[in-house]
């Protein structure tokens, strides 16, 4: 189930589900699919301890990205989704909405070329930048103080300076083509 969540987004309309006491054939079949994939990535190492591991989890999750995605209608719509919050909560997920793609794709260059944040956070913070890239917004308080933390780490290991670096030397970069032309 934890596969169905993730190819949904966690977006699935459980109170479609709930109310008409059924599940719509096009969700059982991915059910089927999730539940053939899952048996297949647990036999790729039988021991006990990787099935109840982080790692695997971690690998499932990365085997799901060719997975068929879960259709629009299965899906709750964002109006249906709410997560209770209090008004911290809520500005916290704010703030980290009003953070464009840029910059979380400029915080992944910077971690890469200075060989900062481990890899599951340098993977992190591309799929962050691909998800706001495609317009997606933060819904969940968790997520967004996680990926607050990230930005948060990546000033406090020096991205601002090499984002200032960066931006004097695209500028230095176009009034040298400009001046050539």
């Known amino acids: 189930m934890s596969t169905i969540a993730e190819i949904s987004e966690h977006r699935l309309d459980l109170n479609y589900i709930w109310n008409a006491l059924i599940l719509q054939p096009e969700l059982e079949a991915?059910?089927?699919?999730?539940?053939?994939?899952?048996?297949?990535?647990?036999?790729?190492?039988?021991?006990?301890?990787?099935?109840?591991?982080?790692?695997?989890?971690?690998?499932?999750?990365?085997?799901?990205?060719?997975?068929?995605?879960?259709?629009?209608?299965?899906?709750?719509?964002?109006?249906?989704?709410?997560?209770p919050c209090d008004d911290d909560e809520q500005e916290i997920i704010n703030r980290t909405n009003k953070i464009e793609a840029h910059l979380w794709f400029n915080v992944c260059l910077w971690a890469i070329e200075n060989d900062r944040f481990?890899?599951?956070e340098r993977k992190l913070v591309f799929n962050i930048y691909i998800s706001v890239h495609r317009g997606k917004k933060f819904r969940k308080v968790n997520q967004a103080e996680s990926a607050l933390?990230?930005?948060?780490?990546?000033?406090?290991?020096?991205f601002d300076k090499w984002f200032d670096i960066m931006k004097k030397e695209k500028a230095e970069q176009e009034n040298n083509e400009q001046a050539n032309n």
């Open 30 to 83: 991915h059910i089927q699919r999730a539940v053939g994939r899952a048996q297949k990535h647990l036999m790729q190492n039988q021991t006990k301890s990787w099935a109840r591991s982080v790692a695997c989890w971690n690998d499932m999750k990365d085997s799901l990205e060719d997975a068929i995605k879960i259709g629009g209608n299965l899906l709750a719509s964002e109006g249906k989704i709410v997560e």
């Open 149 to 158: 933390g990230l930005i948060e780490k990546a000033k406090r290991l020096g």
């Open 118 to 120: 481990s890899v599951r």
